[in-house]
């Protein structure tokens, strides 16, 4: 996956001025951050709502959802993201509090906001999703301080560096 998205990434950089293709790849692993932010948000809403209708109170269920999301998360950006395969039990020991941290966040804004605000639910046909347009919002918001924080601080190779 990582060397098709590799290609990808190369073949869309030659319509890009040369001047702003660092600009251009650190978007790229953006959307491609983002990407598996998405895929992530899946594995959350999925425990929130397994959860929730089990009855379980709101702020675990919240954090249900999360636990997954953040498994995930580090698997995907390890080997897709970033491609940083090496040392992996490193880095996933620095991307945990990070994570917990953001997640933590992410927990607070959403039970918060869920707890004193009604949003609408998103209906696609016949199906109802209670609470996903604001936990949508609130994960793609701190997905922007996440990617910026993990790339920094968990994986620090340049954006424009390819693994060998």
């Not at 929130?48 to 089990?54: F, K, S, T």
């Not at 390890?78 to 880095?91: L, V």
């Amino acid at each position: 996956m990582r060397k098709f998205l590799d290609t990808a990434e190369d073949f869309f950089s030659r319509f890009v001025p040369e001047k702003l293709r660092g600009q251009y790849s650190m978007l790229f692993r953006y959307g491609v951050f983002v990407f598996g932010g998405f895929i992530g948000l899946g594995f959350y809403y999925a425990g929130y709502r397994l959860a929730a209708n089990r009855g379980i109170p709101l702020g675990f269920s919240l954090a249900a959802g999360l636990t997954p999301a953040i498994i995930f998360t580090f698997l995907y950006h390890s080997f897709i993201t970033f491609d940083e395969r090496s040392n992996w039990k490193a880095k996933f020991i620095k991307f945990i509090p990070i994570q917990v941290i953001i997640s933590a966040l992410n927990w607070l804004i959403s039970w918060q906001t869920l707890s004193h605000f009604k949003f609408p639910d998103l209906v696609v046909g016949r199906y109802r999703f209670p609470d996903f347009p604001a936990i949508f919002v609130i994960t793609l918001v701190l997905s922007l301080l996440n990617f910026a924080v993990t790339k920094v601080l968990v994986f620090k190779r340049k954006h424009h560096e390819k693994a060998a």
